[in-house]
């Protein structure tokens, strides 16, 4: 059995030594990954956003000693690609109740601090909205979101090959972290260059989004269903960006 030292992952203790843990005060927040089930083009599997989300996830609760890890959940809000084949989205409400169920489970079991680690950009809006209702169900929870695009983003504009303007999904940023974590996930011989059709004024950088939203169709936007360069991608720099966000997030994370 686990030693209540040992503690890392909720699936795999039993509920005596959680709730040891707890008492003892060696437990007092948990982090859970979100990711999604949705095309990345021809060269990236549909789970990438979970296995970058579930990669960081784990790398982060290792390095707090007082964090849980929670179950990863798998699917998220993907209806801009559901025009791809594989595709598998979930609802706004459905994602927002299942936060909310999530973290009243969590104050049942003395947990007042949840972290999620969001790797789908498409979730964002979702779980900001389920912050609010977390808090006005459960005053005393504190919850934070971090989208890992927008994590790293400072660095990749740092380390970037392809162009201002070639960032949106399946790109260089995601494929690079990819090639990081796992490259026998990844068929670089797939990858194809492909700029997003959209009006000068709009871009997929953080930036832009965050001065001006709007609603998207991939296939729309995209016959591969990239928006981005891939080819510009790199085990290196997904390394240099997989480093970053851990160090970024576990400075807030550690934090009393």
């Known amino acids: ?41 021809p060269h990236l599997p549909l789970s990438t956003d979970t296995i970058i989300a579930d990669h960081l996830a784990s790398q982060i609760a290792s390095r707090c000693k007082t964090a849980i890890l929670l179950p990863s959940i798998e699917f998220g809000c993907s209806s ?10 979930i609802g706004s409400d459905t994602l927002s109740n299942i936060l909310l169920e999530i973290t009243a489970s969590l104050m049942q079991n003395r947990l007042k601090r949840f972290f999620i ?5 498409g979730n964002r809006g979702t779980i900001e909205v389920a912050l609010t209702k ?23 504009n740092q380390i970037r090959r392809s162009g201002r303007g070639m960032l949106g999904h399946a790109d260089e940023l995601e494929t690079s972290m990819m090639l990081a974590i796992d ?7 797939k990858a194809v260059r492909e700029s997003p059709s959209l009006p000068t004024s709009l871009s997929f950088e953080s930036e832009d989004m965050a001065r001006t939203s709007f609603a998207w169709n ?13 080819e510009m991608a790199s085990a ?3 390394m240099v960006l997989l480093n970053y966000a ?7 994370i550690n934090e009393p």
């Not at 801009?80 to 989205?89: A, D, K, L, Q, R």
């Not at 680690?117 to 950009?121: D, K, M, S």
């Not at 169900?137 to 971090?146: D, K, T």
């Open 117 to 121: 680690i969001n790797g789908h950009g």
């Open 1 to 41: 059995m686990m030693k209540t030292a040992e503690l890392h992952e909720l699936s795999k203790a039993t509920w005596s030594e959680f709730g040891q843990a707890v008492d003892a005060g060696q437990v007092d927040r948990a982090i859970m990954a979100i990711g999604s089930l949705e095309q990345h083009g």
């Open 183 to 189: 490259p026998s996930l990844v068929d670089m011989s």
């Open 218 to 230: 991939a296939k729309e936007l995209s016959k591969s269903g990239i928006i981005g360069d891939p």
């Open 134 to 156: 977390i808090k006005q169900a459960l005053p005393e929870m504190q919850v934070y979101s971090f989208t890992v695009i927008d994590v790293v983003k400072p660095k990749f």
């Open 80 to 89: 801009e690609h559901v025009s791809f084949p594989g595709t598998m989205s």
């Open 236 to 238: 290196d720099s997904g």
């Open 246 to 252: 851990v160090e970024v997030i576990c400075s807030i």
